[in-house]
Structures are given as structure tokens and as C-alpha cells.
């Protein structure tokens, strides 16, 4: 499985992005997908994830009312909204992906893109 995270730039506070994460290969072994942030010198912080029917997701409280996760299984694409945008969202965005479990950690995901830097200005 591979996956390709885009989408990322240089945004003003309070504006919006949207980012995408593209699978590729055995998308069957990405039934759960998640984001998560780095920035330098802390972990990798959980975001959102989604199931594969979208019937479940899990947003982060530090992102809740701004980001949305949402996916296009047709298209092998998930995606991150992020909207009301804070210059503590600045990082690295990593999309994940895993078979077997909807979580919240970074040990819960077998699959990782290359990550996407937002860098959100004051």
C-alpha cells in the first residue's frame, strides 16, 4: 500500500485548507485512515480518522468544529478540511492507514505517507 498526502501550504490564520491522501495498492488494507501532525522535536500527534463507510470518525478535541475528515473510497482518497485555521496547526500532516482498527495512536496504523507541512501565519 502507498499512500500520497497533498495539499499542504502557507495559509493566513483563520483560513482554510484542504488535504488529500491518495491510496494506491492494496487499498483493502486501508479500511481505516487517519491524520496526524509533527511538528519538530514532539511526537506525532493524532488528528482525525474514519472508517470505511465514513459511518464513524474520531476528531481530535484540539481540532473539533474545524477540522472534518471525510473520504471518496471510488476514488482511493481521503481527506482532512481544515478550516478557522490557528498557527499552533502549523506541522508536518501525515496520513495513515490500517486494516483492522479505527484508532488514535501511531502504533494503531500500519500503512504512512510522506507528509504534507501546512504553515498556518499569524
Known amino acids: 500500500v502507498q499512500l500520497q498526502a497533498s495539499g499542504g501550504g502557507l495559509v493566513q490564520a483563520g483560513g482554510s485548507l484542504r488535504l488529500s491522501c491518495a491510496a494506491s495498492g492494496r487499498t483493502s488494507r486501508t479500511y481505516f485512515m487517519g491524520w496526524f501532525r509533527q511538528v519538530p522535536g514532539k511526537e506525532r500527534e493524532f488528528i482525525a480518522a474514519?472508517?470505511?463507510?465514513?459511518?464513524?470518525?474520531l476528531h481530535a478535541d484540539s481540532v473539533k468544529g474545524r477540522f472534518s475528515i471525510s473520504r471518496d473510497n471510488a476514488k482511493n482518497t481521503v481527506y482532512l478540511q481544515m478550516n478557522s485555521l490557528k498557527p499552533e496547526d502549523t506541522g508536518v500532516y501525515y496520513c495513515?492507514?490500517?486494516?483492522?482498527?479505527?484508532?488514535?495512536?501511531?502504533?494503531?496504523?500500519?500503512?504512512w505517507g510522506q507528509g504534507t507541512l501546512v504553515t498556518v501565519s499569524s
Open positions: 474514519i472508517s470505511w463507510t465514513g459511518d464513524n470518525t
Open positions: 495513515a492507514g490500517d486494516p483492522l482498527r479505527l484508532g488514535t495512536q501511531t502504533t494503531h496504523y500500519t500503512y
